[in-house]
Each structure stands twice: as C-alpha cells, then as structure tokens.
C-alpha cells in the first residue's frame, strides 16, 4: 500500500493488521493467526484483507440480496444498497425474480 508514493503498509504489516483485526485483544490467536498467514498456511477472503483493522471492516466476500420491491423506489432502493456493498470490495449475489 502506498499514500503520496510513499510505502505505507507492507505486506506483514497487512498480515499483522487482519490478524488484530480479527482476533482484537486475544494477543495469543492474533500471533497464532499472523504466523499461520506468514507460512503461508491458509489466507483470507480479498474484502478479509482489504478490510480488517481498518474503519470499515468488512470482512464478507458476498452479500445475497432479493430485490426489494418491483417498483422505481425498490429497485433504487436496491442499487444504493449494492453500491454501498461493493465500495467495500463485496460481491453481490442477487435474485431479481419478484420484478
């Protein structure tokens, strides 16, 4: 990650981040967690590791939505909620077959 062209996180500060993220103040996991990313033994979902211990920790890598109603207003209604889903790189899965 960079900010004015400047390193701003590497990568195990990024494993270190989700692993605090996930795990807060159980200092034991967190480390367990992070070494286990570190050897490579298994890694998270892309939202898990854009967005753990940030501000906007969404961690889900997909939201299953209907649409709301077969109207101008619920198909709207239906759009924000997807743009707001997908600002946090979530992905969408949606049925549409009330319209």
Do not use: W
Not at 9 to 29: A, F, K, T, W, Y
Not at 55 to 74: H, R, T, V, W, Y
């Amino acid at each position: 990650l960079k900010i004015d062209g400047k390193v701003a996180e590497r990568p195990q500060h990024m494993l270190m981040r989700v692993s605090v993220g996930i795990h807060m103040d159980d200092i034991p996991r967190v480390l367990e967690t992070y070494n286990h990313l570190s050897d490579r033994f298994f890694t998270h979902a892309t939202p898990t590791l854009f967005n753990a211990g940030t501000p906007n920790p969404q961690m889900s890598s997909c939201f299953l939505l209907a649409m709301k109603e077969d109207s101008i207003d619920g198909i709207y209604d239906t759009l924000k909620q997807c743009a707001v889903i997908s600002k946090y790189a979530g992905g969408i899965g949606m049925s549409i077959s009330n319209v």
